[in-house]
């Protein structure tokens, strides 16, 4: 989601992981694998599991059937949505 050129920019900002950190995200997320879940996300800085409805929703909530709107819209506003999917979701540009 970012250029080499921003990314150059972020990296003396850029803190390190700590080691009881990178173990508390591994049993967050063997805890997420053993619960079964459709989905696994990051909220509030931990792995939580989920499913697909709210996504759902919110798909059909911006594909509102009112009016017609090109595809790329409907894509655009889906893929600027926080779905807590991947970390970049809730980066600050």
Known sequence: MFSPKQL??????AA????LRISR????????KHASA???????NMLVPGNWLD????LLDIASFDEFRPTR????EAM???FDF????????
């Open 73 to 76: 819209r409907i894509v655009g």
């Open 8 to 13: 150059l920019a972020k990296l003396p900002s």
């Open 55 to 58: 996504v759902d929703e919110a």
């Open 86 to 93: 991947v970390l970049s979701d809730w980066v600050d540009y």
């Open 16 to 19: 390190p992981i700590s080691v």
């Open 38 to 44: 459709e989905t696994r996300r990051l909220r509030d």
């Open 25 to 32: 995200l591994a049993l967050e997320w063997q805890e997420a």
């Open 80 to 82: 600027n949505r926080n």
